[in-house]
């Protein structure tokens, strides 16, 4: 069996409507120090998404998010190994996993940086980049790229920038959470 740690608090999905827009930025880029963490230790967590971010309430009141839901994790594959790809859906959520995994490539940690993208694009507007009104059209429009990008007017150029970059079709293009933090 697994035992887990009991954290009190909510996901970030359901803290959008409740914290300022500053502490939201706030929150995802610590989420981005984790990621960062998370690849550092030669792992991919393949489900980044609002849902699988929980703000935890600490003593001082501010949100501490913890990336949870484990289950599509895996081990980064060295680059000495030639990457196999399998048939079909590789895994993560619908809408925040990259184009990559509808053709069966193996992840790299730019898996985890689309989910980010993905996730602070939500954040920012409260929708989906990509509407999920079936996984085969969501597919579609992931492999397409964003078309939503419009709905950051608004906000500052760098985060814009940022977002579309971290949601580009080709992995090799997107940053490196080290190059983000």
Avoid: W
């Amino acid at each position: 069996f697994l035992a887990e740690e009991y954290i009190d608090g909510f996901s970030l999905q359901d803290a959008r409507a409740l914290l300022e827009p500053k502490a939201l930025i706030d929150v995802t880029l610590q989420l981005l120090e984790g990621l960062s963490y998370i690849h550092g230790m030669g792992m991919i967590h393949r489900d980044v998404k609002p849902a699988n971010v929980f703000l935890a309430r600490t003593a001082d009141a501010e949100a501490h998010p913890v990336l949870i839901d484990l289950e599509h994790a895996i081990a980064l594959q060295p680059a000495t190994q030639e990457s196999t790809a399998s048939s079909g859906f590789t895994g993560g959520t619908h809408g925040y996993s990259a184009p990559e995994s509808y053709s069966g490539e193996y992840p790299t940690p730019a898996f985890d940086v689309f989910g980010l993208g993905a996730t602070f694009f939500y954040v920012l507007t409260g929708t989906s980049a990509y509407p999920q009104q079936n996984p085969a059209d969501t597919a579609a429009q992931v492999c397409q790229g964003c078309s939503r990008l419009a709905l950051l007017r608004g906000q500052p150029p760098i985060l814009r920038d940022l977002i579309a970059s971290c949601l580009a079709v080709d992995p090799r293009t997107r940053p490196g959470t080290a190059q983000i933090t």
